[in-house]
């Protein structure tokens, strides 16, 4: 009986929602869903926890500066299909911070933006039901 191993990619993404009721969306500046909308994540590096990573990269991508020990645990999202890449694992974070926040588009991300959370775009990967998983907690 032979066994198969499956490549499994570790990666954070952040839901920043502001206490006006928006919140924080890059544009994709890379494939998959180039052009489209997403949360502020990426990959977890070696030696790197998860929130690390979450942290770096909502300062990468958006220009928000958190402490890790700010960003609030969500969840895990493991859907094999979540990603065409492969199979990627994310465990989402949550971080409220007060209106006006500035962000700057950086690294993959060609904009960033605050959305109202009743008016989003189109999200990509799994990203509506993560930022459903936030709302839904806050209620």
């Given at each position: 009986?032979?066994?198969?191993?499956?490549?499994?990619?570790?990666?954070?993404?952040?839901?920043?929602?502001?206490?006006?009721?928006?919140?924080?969306?890059?544009?994709?500046?890379?494939?998959?869903?180039?052009?489209?909308?997403?949360?502020?994540?990426g990959?977890?590096?070696?030696?790197?926890?998860?929130?690390?990573?979450?942290?770096?990269?909502?300062?990468?991508?958006a220009?928000?500066?958190?402490?890790?020990?700010?960003?609030?645990?969500?969840?895990?999202?493991?859907?094999?299909?979540?990603?065409?890449?492969?199979?990627?694992?994310?465990?989402?974070?949550?971080?409220?911070?007060?209106s006006?926040?500035?962000?700057?588009?950086?690294?993959?991300?060609t904009?960033?933006?605050?959305?109202p959370?009743?008016q989003?775009?189109?999200?990509?990967?799994?990203?509506?039901?993560?930022?459903?998983?936030?709302v839904?907690?806050?209620?």
């Amino acid at each position: 009986m032979s066994e198969t191993f499956e490549t499994i990619r570790y990666t954070a993404d952040v839901v920043v929602t502001r206490t006006d009721g928006h919140v924080l969306l890059i544009e994709r500046g890379w494939a998959p869903f180039k052009g489209q909308w997403a949360l502020p994540g990426g990959h977890v590096d070696p030696g790197e926890t998860s929130r690390a990573a979450a942290a770096r990269e909502l300062a990468e991508e958006a220009g928000v500066y958190a402490a890790p020990e700010e960003l609030d645990q969500v969840g895990v999202w493991d859907q094999p299909d979540r990603d065409p890449r492969g199979r990627y694992v994310t465990v989402a974070y949550h971080l409220t911070v007060v209106s006006g926040m500035p962000i700057e588009p950086g690294d993959d991300a060609t904009n960033a933006k605050w959305w109202p959370l009743d008016q989003l775009p189109p999200l990509a990967f799994d990203h509506a039901d993560i930022i459903r998983a936030v709302v839904d907690s806050a209620l």
